[in-house]
């Protein structure tokens, strides 16, 4: 194997690239959404209007090649160590809202994110033993 | 002939279940397009660490297992997190 074979399967490469696709899936998913955005229409609720956009369906792509890269790294880390690790999307999403989308987010926001992130921190051993036994 | 009668049964349930699960899946995913078009990301996406605690609480009902102390701490401080960003 190749060193650049070796490095790519490596599952914290992985689950670094499933964090990063899924970061980007979710900043797709809202600019498509925000492209299509019709609050006239009832049907806009149900979010297949989304779908019109080539955004939505770009972020489609990017949400099942980060489920393809998750599955990769569980297959070598167990979900007890993967799970937390892949909680820092809940800082990256904030975090590129900010920068790509220009959103502007409050103290109080950021507050509650980093208390989401704490309470997070502290279930994720015993929240992965249940789901994986779920 | 029991054996039969019952795997059977276990095939339609999973495939039941299965099913239930993409489609759940499915009005999860495009609801969440629904709220993206009016609501910030930031402001919305928090409210995916809901789903861990429902998780806990679905081990709890189906697998019987126990709420430990660590895991309804962690769960009021979520909600805690949550609430705040909701209000902010």
């Not at chain 1, 590129?96 to 926001?109: T, Y």
């Amino acid at each position: 194997m190749t060193l650049l074979q070796r490095w790519f399967v490596n599952p914290w490469v992985q689950l670094s690239i499933c964090v990063l696709l899924g970061t980007v899936a979710e900043i797709f998913l809202k600019i498509g959404a925000v492209q299509t955005a019709d609050p006239a229409n009832a049907w806009s609720w149900t979010g297949l209007t989304g779908l019109r956009s080539t955004w939505v369906w770009w972020g489609i792509l990017a949400s099942v090649l980060s489920l393809f890269n998750w599955l990769a790294t569980l297959r070598k880390l167990p979900l007890t160590i993967a799970f937390p690790v892949a909680n820092v999307v809940h800082i990256l999403v904030p975090l590129s809202c900010w920068i790509v989308l220009g959103e502007a987010i409050l103290a109080r926001r950021w507050l509650g994110i980093a208390l989401v992130l704490i309470g997070l921190t502290i279930v994720a051993k015993p929240a992965a033993k249940l789901e994986e036994r779920l | 002939m029991d054996i039969t009668a019952r795997e059977s049964y276990s095939r339609v349930h999973a495939i039941v279940v299965f099913a239930a699960a993409i489609a759940a899946f499915a009005v999860n995913f495009f609801v969440n397009i629904g709220l993206l078009q009016r609501f910030d990301l930031s402001y919305f996406f928090p409210f995916q660490g809901l789903s861990v605690i429902l998780i806990a609480l679905a081990g709890a009902w189906v697998l019987k297992e126990k709420l430990t102390l660590r895991l309804t701490i962690g769960s009021i401080i979520i909600s805690l997190g949550v609430i705040l960003v909701s209000l902010s």
